[in-house]
Nanobody
Framework: QVQLVESGGGLVQDGGSLRLSCTASGRTLSNYAMGWFRQAPGKEREFVATVSRSGGSTHYADSVKGRFTISRDNAKSTVWLQMNSLKPEDTAVYYC?????????????????WGQGTQVTVSS
């Protein structure tokens, strides 16, 4: 079992920045690729970014490419999502998730463990 806890969400103005953290406990984080997903009210959960087990490979949704950066530190059992140039359409609950694959997946159904989520609200 892997327990994931997100933090760092909040209210920010259009164009602002936030950094989300996801801290893991339980099994060794380096055994999992990690992903960030988000879900806005009335919408399906959507892929945001993923990072490979080693941290050497990342992949982003087109909607966040160039604005968001995913990173990890396995020694600290932590994954981050740096979000810059935030837009109102980025408003959602953000979830981190762990996947047993090496490079990470874009489909939520592939992930084995999920955090409880953290709310990000971007005001216009």
């Amino acid at each position: 079992q892997v327990q994931l806890v997100e933090s760092g969400g909040g209210l920010v103005q259009d164009g602002g920045s936030l950094r989300l953290s996801c801290t893991a406990s339980g099994r060794t984080l380096s055994n999992y690729a990690m992903g960030w997903f988000r879900q806005a009210p009335g919408k399906e959960r959507e892929f945001v970014a993923t990072v490979s087990r080693s941290g050497g490979s990342t992949h982003y949704a087109d909607s966040v490419k160039g604005r968001f950066t995913i990173s990890r530190d396995n020694a600290k059992s932590t994954v981050w999502l740096q979000m810059n140039s935030l837009k109102p359409e980025d408003t959602a609950v953000y979830y981190c998730a762990a996947d047993r694959s090496v490079y990470g997946e874009v489909r939520a159904v592939e992930y084995d463990y999920w955090g409880q989520g953290t709310q990000v609200t971007v005001s216009s």
